[in-house]
């Protein structure tokens, strides 16, 4: 659990193509924990693939959106991977859990 509140980013996605997807996936995974304010990830994919973020403020994930890197990555996702992408940015401000 993270202090709250904090920030969550909802990324859904269905893929057209997956070569060298995996691999700047994994890349995207490491740069974003070096990333300030980056507290924590959880992702699953199968006929949809959905990426859960978790930030501490919103001006740590604008910092992400424009990591040049992650520009990159964003471009060729675009260009090459994603059918179809969605991204949400949610306040949360209680968590619990079992």
């Known amino acids: 659990m993270y202090p709250t509140p904090y920030y969550a980013v909802i990324f859904t996605s269905t893929l057209k193509n997956d070569d060298g997807y995996h691999k700047m996936a994994a890349a995207m995974k490491e740069l974003a924990h070096a990333q300030d304010g980056f507290l924590g990830m959880d992702s699953a994919r199968s006929e949809l693939g959905i990426t859960v973020s978790y930030w501490k403020d919103k001006a740590a994930i604008l910092s992400w959106k ?3 890197e ?3 990555a964003m471009q060729l996702g675009k260009s090459n991977w994603y059918h179809h992408y969605n991204v949400k940015i ?5 968590e619990y859990a079992f």
Do not use: I, L, M, W
């Open 90 to 94: 949610c306040k949360v401000e209680r």
């Open 66 to 68: 424009n990591n040049a």
């Open 70 to 72: 992650h520009q990159v």
